[in-house]
């Protein structure tokens, strides 16, 4: 399968899941670690995106923002994808800008406990209201 239907069956694949980590898996699985897709990314800033990382950074490590981020757009596609610290959490996280959905891979510290999985929506999510457009998964086992 090409890229850019990995792209569009992982966006499918996040929009009708409840199962975050299916979705986790298949990006791991067939884009994380596909070397032709992270070669074909740009680097980009997405202050929307850093907004999002700095509301989790709070609400899960207590700290005021994200650090060590690093955001990719693929020319293959409408996702953005990288990873940041939360805390002392390692972060993996892909996004679909015109569809707005995303999703949080959140490792546990020093990997002991379990992977939280967070989906959300940039443009639902206000800063009185964000408890509604964030929903949570338990971690994979």
């Known amino acids: ?3 850019k239907q990995h ?3 992982l ?7 409840t199962s975050f980590s299916k979705a986790a898996e ?3 699985d067939h884009l994380g670690e596909n070397e ?3 070669k074909q990314g740009r680097c980009i800033e997405h202050d929307a995106l850093e907004s999002i990382l700095a509301a989790f950074a709070k609400r899960l490590a207590n700290v005021e923002n994200a650090t060590g981020l690093h955001l990719m757009k693929s ?5 953005i994808h ?4 939360l805390g002392n959490r390692n972060t993996t996280l892909f996004y679909f800008d015109k569809s707005d959905i995303g999703l949080l891979i959140v490792a546990p510290v020093a990997l002991k406990g379990d992977t939280d999985f967070f989906r959300f929506r940039i443009l639902a999510m206000t800063a009185n209201d964000e408890q509604h457009h964030i929903q949570t ?3 994979m086992h």
């Open 1 to 3: 399968m090409a890229l």
């Open 7 to 9: 792209i569009q069956a």
């Open 11 to 17: 966006e499918e694949l996040l929009n009708t899941t």
């Open 26 to 28: 298949y990006f791991l």
């Open 36 to 38: 032709d897709f992270l």
């Open 75 to 79: 020319k293959h596609g409408n996702i």
């Open 82 to 85: 990288g990873f940041c610290w």
């Open 137 to 139: 998964a338990p971690g």
